[in-house]
RNA sequence: GUCCCUGUCGUCUAGAGGCCCAGGACCCCACCCUUUCAAGGUGGCGACACGGGUUCGAAUCCCGUCAGGGACGCCA
């Protein structure tokens, strides 16, 4: 059993081939096949290195490891070359010396009468050849009958031979074509299971034909299962004006790897009513056989919610590290006898929905605020609240432990001895703080903040008008 | 234009003829909890594209219509 992802690096790979290659990569770990990785990048002229590292990045970023490759179809052209001419010498490809013009003048005329444009085959039927031109070569299509693709989620779908035309395999560059390297590759790296994107489904005749070519009648041909597209949030189709970024910006902006990759899965794919996988549970859950057939859009929404249900149970360890790559992004250096990272993971996560977020709501214990939000100040900071805030300090000042605890402790302390509720002192202590109105329970943020930090900051804006 | 694919709440989906006057999740709203914000809990809003069949019975099967997408390239 083995399956490949087989990406292009022509543009930054984004969530619509993320989710195809982690549909083959769950295949292939469900069944104890190979994953194979193969970049096609016959396309020399769109085909950049800046594309082919972020498939690398991503996919290393989201532990899509494949178990071999990358394979390059750059680097394998003597092969290409070598089944080119065998095809040649026994006759399944022919030579074409039509011109691109020929042949647009040759569309725009089918087009004119209402036809499917396809080549007509004038090279393979004895049109001369044109001395001083550098011809392509063609594949020779079977002319009729039809060919059946027993497709693994979308079922039978049987296309005929006469819709199919001789296709280009081989440029007058010399250059093999994709639908040929495709095939070429397909049989060379034993691929059993062809797992790729809806919009190859009208591709997969011609393959098939040029994989019998090479098999022989009664060869085995690999079971191909044609993944519904992923649309934009707005449902338009993936691009850049439509949500199409890097793989590695969903990185970038704090999300957890195995969200991205649960979100993915639920698109196109679900287990009845579950929501919520584990990495193991997909693996153990996914079948290509409960993949359906329509297209879906990506819901920002979603992906956020899901982020966070992971951040809730994942290693707050391992989330500190990331929150302090996003507090380093942002321009802070957390020290190592400043807040411990880990106890504001511990608060912050229930209430963020990515690092990024985490990171940003964070910042205050870091750096003091320089202001104070203005509707926050005006309501908690007005002289009731600054005694209020004086009478906290004092209470503070003199414990022994400062711990959550005993903070909670206190503070309820002097709130019931004031005959007032908690939050006639939290309200004007948060914001005194945090500069604004919000932020994780007060004894656990005076807690990971620090005692002189805490009084510095209270008196501050006790003394602040 | 020709061929191919698709069509259940705004979105992701469950549903393989009766369990469905359609279930879950995100979003939104209300309430509960509560020191803020969240998280959590409870409830609410909300869909079988349309029209014909088949059947005692259809979201599920068949046909047509409409709508969306894809392919038709010396792109992949």
């Given at each position: 059993?083995?399956?490949?992802?087989?990406?292009?690096?022509?543009?930054?790979?984004?969530?619509?081939?993320?989710?195809?290659?982690?549909?083959?990569?769950?295949?292939?770990?469900?069944?104890?096949?190979?994953?194979?990785?193969?970049?096609?990048?016959?396309?020399?002229?769109?085909?950049?290195?800046?594309?082919?590292?972020?498939?690398?990045e991503g996919m290393a970023w989201l532990g899509l490891n494949p178990d071999e490759g990358p394979f390059y179809q750059t680097r394998r052209y003597d092969r290409y070359r070598e089944v080119i001419g065998d095809w040649l010498a026994s006759g399944k490809a022919y030579h074409c010396y039509c011109s691109k013009e020929e042949l647009d003048t040759m569309r725009a005329e089918q087009q004119a009468r209402g036809d499917k444009p396809r080549y007509d085959g004038r090279c393979r039927h004895g049109k001369p050849k044109v001395e001083g031109v550098s011809p392509v070569v063609r594949f020779k299509n079977p002319g009729e009958g039809e060919v059946v693709v027993n497709d693994a989620v979308h079922g039978r779908v049987v296309f005929q031979n006469k819709e199919l035309d001789d296709l280009?395999?081989?440029?007058?560059?010399?250059?093999?074509?994709?639908?040929?390297?495709v095939v070429v590759d397909d049989y060379d790296m034993a691929?059993?299971?062809?797992?790729?994107?809806?919009?190859?489904?009208?591709?997969?005749?011609?393959?098939?034909?040029?994989?019998?070519?090479?098999?022989?009648?009664?060869?085995?041909?690999?079971?191909?299962?044609?993944?519904?597209?992923?649309?934009?949030?707005?449902?338009?189709?993936?691009?850049?004006?439509?949500?199409?970024v890097s793989v590695l910006e969903y990185e970038r902006e704090g999300f957890l790897p195995e969200a991205l990759l649960n979100y993915l899965a639920r698109l196109g794919w679900s287990h009845g009513d579950q929501e919520f996988f584990t990495l193991e549970?997909?693996?153990?859950?996914?079948?290509?056989?409960d993949v359906n057939t329509s297209a879906s859009a990506i819901n920002p929404d979603k992906l956020a919610w899901l982020n966070q249900q992971h951040m809730l149970v994942a290693d707050e360890t391992r989330l500190a590290d990331m929150l302090r790559v996003q507090l380093t992004a942002m321009g802070i250096t957390p020290a190592l006898e400043g807040p411990n990272l880990?106890?504001?993971?511990?608060?912050?996560?229930?209430?963020?929905?990515?690092?990024?977020?985490?990171?940003?709501?964070?910042?205050?214990?870091?750096e003091a605020?320089?202001?104070?939000?203005?509707?926050?100040?005006?309501?908690?900071?007005?002289?009731?609240?600054?005694?209020?805030?004086?009478?906290?300090?004092?209470?503070?000042?003199?414990?022994?432990?400062?711990?959550?605890?005993?903070?909670?402790?206190?503070?309820?302390?002097?709130?019931?001895?004031?005959?007032?509720?908690?939050g006639k002192l939290a309200q004007p202590v948060r914001v005194a703080v945090s500069g604004g109105g919000v932020s994780p329970p007060i004894d656990a943020t005076l807690a990971i903040l620090g005692r002189s930090e805490t009084l510095a900051r209270l008196t501050r804006a006790a003394t602040n008008a």
């Open positions: 059993m083995r399956t490949r992802f087989a990406p292009s690096p022509t543009g930054l790979l984004h969530i619509g081939g993320v989710r195809t290659a982690l549909f083959c990569w769950l295949y292939a770990r469900r069944h104890g096949g190979a994953f194979v990785l193969r970049v096609e990048d016959t396309d020399r002229e769109r085909s950049t290195d800046e594309a082919v590292r972020v498939i690398l280009i395999i081989q440029r007058s560059d010399g250059n093999p074509t994709y639908n040929f390297c691929i059993t299971h062809v797992i790729r994107g809806d919009d190859h489904l009208n591709n997969t005749p011609r393959q098939l034909n040029m994989l019998r070519a090479m098999v022989g009648e009664g060869g085995a041909v690999p079971v191909y299962a044609h993944l519904p597209m992923i649309l934009g949030p707005d449902g338009a189709k993936l691009s850049k004006r439509h949500g199409a549970e997909m693996v153990e859950l996914f079948d290509i056989e880990v106890a504001i993971v511990a608060c912050q996560k229930e209430r963020s929905k990515t690092l990024r977020e985490m990171a940003m709501a964070s910042r205050f214990f870091f605020p320089q202001v104070y939000e203005e509707k926050a100040a005006k309501k908690h900071l007005a002289p009731e609240g600054q005694a209020a805030l004086l009478a906290v300090a004092a209470a503070l000042e003199l414990l022994a432990d400062w711990s959550p605890l005993a903070i909670h402790e206190a503070l309820n302390g002097l709130a019931a001895a004031q005959g007032v509720g908690l």
